[in-house]
């Protein structure tokens, strides 16, 4: 059927009975992302199917990983660079077109991961059969890359499952179990991973078609009347999650589905032009530098063994317990130490919850709970490959822990402290072995907060590091090594932030103001929640360990509220009152005028700080700075980091606003030494294309 064509993406086979078999398997990489290449060359597949009339087509994935991880990311860029988003988006709808109009049976066998253009794909195909494992994942994602499907995704998913499931599944991009998957009608049958071929053969001689139920529902979902009454109630859902000036494709995107009538081609065009639009925003440019921002963090530890099965944590605290509990629901063995055993089962309990949570069936509980033992005696030190010290944040008490710990390691063991603020230098005084201890710093709550800080100092092996590196990969988080100075990278710059929010509550700008204009800006949560959630005795420890290096002073009334046993969300009282684990914020008067720099006041101390610390080296480069703060306290992501942020908004105009601030309320406010750094002389425009 085939002769004359050679493609180095995909495999066609014909077998007897005359169904054919589409194996993608991108040449030169182990997963499937849908380049234009890929794309070509199923055009011209397609093309002649549309010939030959196949009894029926089954696609699949030839890679072990699983189906397809969607668009090319890069080419998409470089679209985007060029200004050709449209002419590409135009060009894979009429290919994805062509292949749903086929007259055969068409069938998408899924295993692994099938996400954005991969899960397209598989709309377009008139049946879809998944694996029944936990590996299977099928989502539309593209919000998080600030844009929305655009080769049939809106077009197609609320026709087969109707709107009121699939509109949240594109606005979160949030990814389906096979099971969830079909439930919702997303899949129309499963099948174990031997089997999935003959399956999806069986369904492609026998074709079924989908329960009337289901096809009334989605198509009454998508009446013109249903859509207009519809719409309203899920932008304002929307709205109340995220700011349209800040995230535009979810509201695009909804708007993308009320105007699309029954003719599919009137809703590919609209699609298509709305993701063009989207792609050219500010927040789809910093989305997607994000994006590879995070896979650089995630690729640091590739190619490098770290050699670690066991790890030791001492402290069983909140930090500790969660480190250990998170640990061992990653496969490694892990002892928990602390002085007795009711300081640990509080950990342990806390672990159950989790594997509960995260792994369902009770034999995983069971495995990873059997995995995190407590250990009171500590005689894990003596068996581990690397011990994460996690005790509170006093160096002599630190340094009293290793010189017990030390001589009971192994050769090549690792030391990591996971303190927050105190200098790695100070730490390593003493050590036998400095060049093997360094800083794991991870951020509470540790089963949600992607990054680990990965602290350096003067005397430690490079080659500890990138064991270290490789260590975080394999559990799950982002690590970005950092310069063991006080605060290391995102506590240093999240600092002048609370302090100074802090500082004007204590003058009387009322909480609930402060915590509005912080997510106006584009904060996941205020300061002033943000010191009560973290705990403001945590606050106090790393501002007097701070304040003095970074020219700061702790805000006045703090320490009484602390003798009060106010510490915040821990104690049902902090800043603000709380009950069932949420802030009962007063209301505001009002007639209250909220001050017109009150917004620069937080912020710019932050960029000002990250500034400085792109200055001295604390992080290797601008992109990784950024990505730190980031993935570390969730600064604006649609913004880029703060480095970008100072491009975006003009290095002189931010430079000038802080000197402005530094004449009205101190100076602390004066920029620090770096402002003149070439690295912030990159366009935003450039950053997008180059911090990749």
């Known amino acids: 059927m085939f002769e004359g064509l050679r493609f180095n993406h995909w495999k066609a086979n014909e077998d007897d009975s005359g169904i054919v078999t589409l194996a993608l398997d991108r040449a030169g990489s182990s997963v499937n992302a849908i380049s234009g290449a890929v794309l070509d060359e199923l055009g011209q597949i397609v093309e002649r199917l549309a010939i030959e009339n196949p009894a029926g087509v089954i696609i699949h994935s030839a890679k072990p990983a699983g189906f397809a991880v969607g668009a090319d990311i890069t080419e998409f860029k470089d679209y985007a660079r060029r200004g050709t988003v449209l002419e590409n988006i135009e060009n894979g709808q009429r290919i994805y077109e062509a292949l749903a109009r086929l007259p055969c049976p068409t069938v998408a066998a899924v295993h692994g991961a099938c996400m954005g253009g991969g899960t397209e794909l598989i709309l377009a195909c008139r049946q879809r059969i998944a694996v029944d494992d936990e590996k299977t994942r099928i989502a539309l994602p593209e919000v998080q890359l600030g844009i929305h499907p655009g080769w049939g995704g809106t077009a197609r998913l609320p026709r087969l499952i109707g709107a009121t499931d699939a509109l949240p599944l594109m606005l979160t991009g949030k990814p389906l179990s096979a099971r969830r998957a079909l439930n919702l009608g997303v899949v129309d049958r499963l099948a174990s991973a031997g089997e999935l071929l003959a399956e999806a053969r069986h369904m492609v001689r026998r074709?079924?078609?989908?329960?009337?139920?289901?096809?009334?529902?989605?198509?009454?979902?998508?009446?013109?009347?249903?859509?207009?009454?519809?719409?309203?109630?899920?932008?304002?859902?929307?709205?109340?999650?995220?700011?349209?000036?800040?995230?535009?494709?979810?509201?695009?995107?909804?708007?993308?589905?009320?105007?699309?009538?029954?003719?599919?081609?009137?809703?590919?065009k609209l699609e298509a032009r709305s993701v063009a639009k989207l792609a050219e925003t500010p927040t789809a440019q910093n989305l997607i530098r994000i994006f590879f921002l995070s896979e650089r963090l995630k690729n640091q530890g590739a190619g490098v063994e770290h050699g670690i099965e066991h790890v030791h944590v001492v402290g069983a605290g909140v930090m500790g317990g969660d480190i250990a509990a998170w640990t061992a629901l990653k496969g490694f063995e892990v002892t928990l130490q602390d002085r007795e055993m009711k300081y640990v089962q509080p950990a342990l309990d806390r672990a159950r919850a989790l594997y509960e949570k995260k792994l369902k069936t009770p034999e995983k509980i069971a495995a990873a709970a059997h995995r995190l033992r407590a250990d009171v005696e500590g005689s894990g030190v003596a068996e581990a490959d690397l011990a994460i010290e996690a005790i509170y944040e006093n160096a002599d008490a630190k340094r009293a822990l290793y010189a017990t710990m030390e001589p009971q390691f192994q050769s090549d063991e690792i030391l990591a402290s996971n303190t927050s603020s105190i200098p790695l230098n100070e730490l390593r005084e003493g050590l036998v072995a400095p060049q093997r201890f360094l800083g794991l710093h991870f951020f509470n709550p540790v089963a949600q907060m992607p990054l680990v800080e990965v602290v350096r100092h003067?005397?430690?092996?490079?080659?500890?590091?990138?064991?270290?590196?490789?260590?975080?990969?394999?559990?799950?988080?982002?690590?970005?090594?950092?310069?063991?100075?006080?605060?290391?990278?995102?506590?240093?710059?999240?600092?002048?932030?609370?302090?100074?929010?802090?500082?004007?509550?204590?003058?009387?700008?009322?909480?609930?103001?402060?915590?509005?204009?912080?997510?106006?800006?584009?904060?996941?949560?205020?300061?002033?929640?943000?010191?009560?959630?973290?705990?403001?005795?945590?606050?106090?420890?790393?501002?007097?360990?701070?304040?003095?290096?970074?020219?700061?002073?702790?805000?006045?009334?703090?320490?009484?509220?602390?003798?009060?046993?106010?510490?915040?969300?821990?104690?049902?009282?902090?800043?603000?009152?709380?009950?069932?684990?949420?802030?009962?914020?007063?209301?505001?008067?009002?007639?209250?005028?909220?001050p017109p720099d009150l917004q620069e006041r937080m912020i710019l101390p932050m960029v000002n700080e990250a500034i400085a610390c792109l200055d001295e080296g604390v992080v290797d480069d601008a992109d990784l700075l950024d990505a730190g703060v980031i993935f570390g306290t969730g600064f604006a992501p649609f913004r880029g980091g703060p480095i970008q942020y100072a491009r975006s908004e003009g290095v002189d105009k931010l430079k000038q606003k802080l000197e402005q601030l530094a004449q009205r309320h101190g100076e602390r406010f004066m920029p620090k030494k770096g402002w003149d750094n070439p690295a912030l002389a990159v366009s935003a425009g450039a950053a997008l294309m180059t911090g990749a």
């Open 458 to 594: 003067d005397r430690l092996d490079p080659a500890i590091e990138k064991r270290a590196l490789a260590f975080c990969k394999a559990i799950g988080k982002l690590p970005v090594a950092v310069k063991g100075t006080p605060g290391f990278l995102v506590n240093r710059i999240l600092m002048p932030y609370l302090l100074e929010s802090m500082r004007m509550y204590a003058e009387g700008v009322p909480g609930p103001v402060l915590d509005r204009e912080a997510k106006k800006f584009g904060m996941p949560m205020g300061p002033i929640e943000l010191a009560d959630t973290v705990g403001l005795d945590v606050c106090a420890s790393v501002g007097k360990e701070l304040a003095p290096f970074l020219g700061l002073e702790l805000p006045p009334g703090l320490d009484d509220r602390l003798g009060a046993g106010k510490r915040g969300k821990k104690d049902g009282q902090g800043l603000y009152v709380w009950q069932d684990g949420k802030p009962q914020k007063p209301e505001v008067d009002p007639d209250y005028i909220t």
């Open 207 to 268: 074709p079924s078609s989908r329960p009337l139920a289901r096809r009334a529902k989605a198509w009454a979902s998508n009446l013109w009347p249903v859509r207009q009454i519809l719409a309203p109630v899920i932008l304002k859902q929307t709205a109340a999650k995220v700011r349209k000036e800040h995230y535009p494709a979810p509201f695009a995107l909804i708007d993308v589905w009320k105007r699309g009538g029954p003719d599919i081609r009137q809703r590919l």
